[in-house]
């Protein structure tokens, strides 16, 4: 598991036993496990991408045709 120390902003992978603490600043506190992107925040992200890029075909063709 990856984890972010909230010191020193560091990303780290922590070994599988013994006490944790960042490689770098050797803080043992504020150290906070690393999430990826939720799905829905994915999601999200493709359907604005789908209505720009349908936004700006339509402007085009409009001034193409019209």
Do not use: I
């Amino acid at each position: 598991m990856h984890y972010l120390c909230a010191r020193c902003h560091h990303e780290f992978a922590a070994p599988a036993e013994g006490e944790l603490s960042c490689p770098n600043c050797k803080a043992e506190a504020g150290l906070e496990p690393k999430h990826g992107v939720p799905v829905a925040m994915k999601l999200f992200g493709m359907v604005l991408a789908a209505v720009v890029v349908f936004a700006l075909g339509g402007g085009v063709l409009t001034r193409l045709l019209g």
